[in-house]
Nanobody, 116 residues
Framework: QVQLVESGGGLVQPGGSLRLSCAAS????????MNWYRQAPGKERELVAQ????????YYVESVKGRFAISRDNAKNTVDLQMNSLKFEDTAVYYC?????????WGQGTQVTVSS
């Protein structure tokens, strides 16, 4: 069974850091493009970061460049999102995603709240 489970969200002050982790089962993360999306209240879900399956090339939405870093641990079969210098506008539910065997697969999401 293909499954994605996110963890690591929480409440953090502006300027702080969080590390999100996405644990995959039923497939190997190294074989697929892996994505982190987020959805803030009243807004559409947006792609935040992506890591390729070959060469580990990455993509970041402009608003997080230089602050977020996506990485993959093939031994643990996880994909992490290191988030630094967090801002109020980073508050959202963060989702792990991948297209597995033609089906867009999502985790349940983890809440990140940036507040003073």
């Amino acid at each position: 069974q293909v499954q994605l489970v996110e963890s690591g969200g929480g409440l953090v002050q502006p300027g702080g850091s969080l590390r999100l982790s996405c644990a995959a089962s039923g497939f190997r993360v190294r074989d697929y493009i892996m994505n982190w999306y987020r959805q803030a209240p009243g807004k559409e879900r947006e792609l935040v970061a992506q890591i390729s399956k070959i060469g580990d090339s990455t993509y970041y939405v402009e608003s997080v460049k230089g602050r977020f870093a996506i990485s993959r641990d093939n031994a643990k079969n996880t994909v992490d999102l290191q988030m630094n210098s967090l801002k109020f506008e980073d508050t959202a539910v963060y989702y792990c995603n991948s297209l597995i065997w033609g089906s867009s697969t999502w985790g349940q999401g983890t809440q990140v709240t940036v507040s003073s």
